[in-house]
Nanobody, 130 residues
Framework: QVQLIESGGELVQAGGSLRLSCAASGRTFSNYAMAWFRQAPGKEREFVSATVRWRSGNTYYAEDADFVKGRFTISRDNAKTTVYLQMNSLKPEDTAVYYC???????????????????WGQGTQVTVSS
């Protein structure tokens, strides 16, 4: 079992920045693919960013959704069992609940697929005012 606890969401003005954190329990964090998804009111949950172990060792591959490329950056600290989402140049359309997800069987081809992830956090609200 893995428990995920997100934090860092808040109200921010357009053009501002936020850093979301997701603290994970468990001793095998480094084996898990970690991702951020988001869900706006009335919309389906959508992929934002993910990081997946690349082959063996400590190299990870990261992928972002097109609508956040150049603005959002995912990173992870395996020693702290935490994944981050640095969000810059925020726009009102980024307003959503942001969810952290973990999956042990996620691969690079499947990293954007919601159902591939086994564990989810409770979400953190990000609101961007215009």
């Amino acid at each position: 079992q893995v428990q995920l606890i997100e934090s860092g969401g808040e109200l921010v003005q357009a053009g501002g920045s936020l850093r979301l954190s997701c603290a994970a329990s468990g001793r095998t964090f480094s084996n898990y693919a970690m991702a951020w998804f988001r869900q706006a009111p009335g919309k389906e949950r959508e992929f934002v960013s993910a990081t997946v172990r690349w082959r063996s060792g400590n190299t990870y591959y990261a992928e972002d959704a097109d609508f956040v490329k150049g603005r959002f950056t995912i990173s992870r600290d395996n020693a702290k069992t935490t994944v981050y989402l640095q969000m810059n140049s925020l726009k009102p359309e980024d307003t959503a609940v942001y969810y952290c997800a973990a999956g042990v069987k996620v691969t690079i081809p499947t990293m954007k697929i919601l159902r591939e992830y086994d564990y989810w956090g409770q979400g953190t609200q990000v609101t961007v005012s215009s």
